[in-house]
């Protein structure tokens, strides 16, 4: 079986397509470097990162976005032996007027080099490119609107693209257009002689769904699938999957999907989901007040889905609720001689030459397999058993492994690793300067939309364990390092070394709550020229954090933190990527006093 979520943690809005035997998934990465997050799979029930294709300033520049925009949505496609991506960079949100850039880069090896960006229309964001079988290529987008009151809730637009000129062409029309029901996040694929409009519906929360149409023509006009469901209120989108009536179920928020079919003719549906903690928001909160928090922010899992005999499109164990277990695809492995043309919804299938994809290294194949454990999924809307499957899931979750420790021995930083809106060149960071060391040069503050150094990894499960080895010698409060759970610039729990004129070389551990800045502890003094350690453990939303120098017991600093406002419905500015674990360093003076980490380790926990 496929067990649910099949990317742990922050990895949402997937698209898929089947290159041969290989599976590749891109997700979101947001305000994060480098750009979205390329995963591989050969069974579509273990997955492993491999890389991502926006590697360079030249293809995103982030500098100055705010928590949550940037790189929103990509869709990869495959068409005549090159692989296409287009994705959205969000410059402005939380606003009257979107910016949001569409643009397209392209490879033959889906491990690159990948091309330098093509400029899109910029109507709106989650853009999506279709391969016609008869040669010509069009992309459809949602349409942001700043008009007050917005004219329609809900507007999809269709523009071809001329891949020889490398340019949008001809006018751009609207296929759909509604009062009630929002959608975005569309791909469209073809079957049968029919054009299916595949959407995500009322937005990303608990309420998210996907919704299916079809025309005759590209152009439209296109027919709402209506499937049968009891729990449908009226005004309410025709979702074939959604979980907005299931609070009770593990994979919440489920919606934004893609499809894709197997060798053997089967089809599957990714999707983004989310799973709750048993945390909510203040009934008085600004946003989203009673809301429950989502730590790990939204994940992608995946549903077995068939072809009715009328052409629409439907879970295979029927309903439209998703499940945490899918039946894996007949056939497993094939030898690459036998493999058909890269498939993708949006792609007419057909035979053709083989992939020119490789092998993945053992390395990153074997870095991140997860296999939940699975639960039974029970209906209806009982808010009181959904906080009991979601103690239910932080306990399970403990099983996970698929978190490493590093040692930092290699020539470069591992592939699970990212950093804030810019790369870590050596300005920031160096792996030679001390061998078998990670040397952080501070730079500006953790406020920062330009120029941190810190890198980061996702957190995936509730309950889990962080610890580093850090060597730092700072000269004045200004100068900091140390180990850091986050969601955004504005909200994080920051235990760390620095020094003050009173006590000297000390440890303390800051909070930031949406811009409300709290000490937790007094500046603790420390012996100096001794590496310590500094450690953190995540018990569900429970955070403590201790420290001591390496060899020696540790001890527990400050109180246990509910860090469950480290949250997409928690956070004020930015609510759409999850809690991430890092290291970092600081120095406001501009010195660039460095810090040396000797390893860093983020494992599941057993307790």
Not at 27 to 38: A, H, K
Not at 123 to 152: A, E, I, Q
Not at 249 to 278: F, N
Not at 416 to 444: K, V
């Amino acid at each position: 079986m496929i067990h649910n979520p099949i990317l742990r943690g922050f990895h949402p809005d997937p698209s898929i397509i089947r290159a041969g035997t290989d599976y590749y998934i891109a997700t979101s990465t947001f305000e994060w470097w480098p750009g979205v997050r390329i995963h591989h799979s050969r069974d579509l029930v273990h997955w492993s990162l491999i890389g991502y294709p926006l590697t360079r300033m030249s293809q995103m520049d982030l500098r100055g976005v705010g928590p949550s925009q940037g790189i929103w949505a990509p869709c990869l496609t495959y068409d005549n032996g090159v692989f296409y991506l287009v994705y959205t960079i969000v410059k402005a949100f939380y606003c009257n007027m979107y910016d949001t850039e569409n643009y397209l880069v392209t490879a033959e090896d889906i491990h690159g080099p990948w091309s330098e960006p093509v400029a899109l229309n910029n109507f709106g964001f989650d853009p999506s490119l279709f391969h016609d079988d008869d040669g010509r290529k069009y992309m459809v987008s949602m349409v942001t609107d700043h008009r007050v009151p917005k004219k329609y809730a809900g507007r999809l637009v269709l523009q071809e693209f001329d891949a020889a000129g490398r340019r949008m062409v001809g006018p751009v029309r609207d296929i759909y257009r509604a009062d009630g029901i929002f959608l975005e996040g569309p791909h469209i694929f073809k079957r049968d002689g029919w054009y299916y409009l595949f959407s995500a519906d009322t937005g990303t929360g608990e309420a998210h769904g996907q919704t299916i149409q079809r025309a005759r023509d590209i152009w439209g006009p296109y027919e709402m699938y209506r499937p049968a469901d009891a729990c449908r209120q009226e005004g309410e989108a025709y979702s074939i999957l959604t979980s907005r009536h299931h609070g009770d179920i593990l994979l919440q928020k489920a919606g934004h999907c893609d499809l894709v079919e197997t060798p053997e003719g089967e089809w599957y549906m990714v999707h983004l989901c989310g799973r709750a903690s048993e945390d909510r928001n203040p009934d008085d909160a600004e946003r989203f007040a009673g809301a429950r928090r989502y730590m790990l922010g939204r994940e992608t899992a995946i549903q077995k889905v068939r072809w009715t005999e009328d052409g629409w499109l439907e879970l295979a164990e029927g309903g439209n609720v998703p499940l945490e277990e899918a039946e894996e695809p007949r056939g497993g492995n094939v030898l690459l001689e036998e493999a058909e043309e890269p498939c993708h919804g949006n792609v007419p299938g057909k035979k053709a030459e083989l992939s020119c994809c490789g092998d993945v290294p053992k390395d990153t194949e074997d870095a991140l397999d997860s296999k939940p454990l699975s639960r039974e999924a029970a209906g209806g809307q009982d808010y009181g058993a959904a906080d009991k499957v979601a103690d239910r899931a932080m306990r399970a979750d403990s099983q996970q492994a698929g978190f490493i420790r590093d040692d930092f021995d290699a020539p470069a930083l591992h592939l699970d690793y990212q950093s804030l809106r810019i790369p870590m060149d050596e300005h920031y960071i160096s792996l030679s300067e001390r061998p078998g060391w990670l040397r952080m040069y501070g730079r500006s503050g953790l406020a920062s939309r330009f120029s941190q150094t810190l890198i980061a990894r996702r957190v995936t499960e509730y309950h889990m364990d962080a610890a580093c080895c850090a060597a730092f010698e700072p000269e004045v409060f200004k100068q900091m390092a140390g180990l850091i759970l986050m969601y955004d610039t504005d909200n994080y729990l920051y235990l760390h070394i620095s020094h003050d004129e009173d006590v000297g070389k000390c440890i303390t551990l800051l909070k930031a709550e949406n811009k409300k800045y709290e000490y937790l502890t007094d500046y603790i003094p420390i012996e100096r020229n001794r590496d310590i350690e500094l450690k953190l453990s995540l018990r569900g939303t429970r955070v403590q954090f201790s420290y001591g120098f390496r060899g020696e017991a540790a001890r527990e600093i400050g109180p246990c933190i509910n860090g469950s406002f480290l949250s997409d419905e928690a956070c004020t500015e930015g609510w759409f990527t999850g809690a991430m674990v890092g290291i970092c360093c600081q120095d406001l003076t501009g010195f660039g006093k460095y810090a040396d980490f000797d390893w860093f380790e983020v494992q599941a926990s057993q307790v």
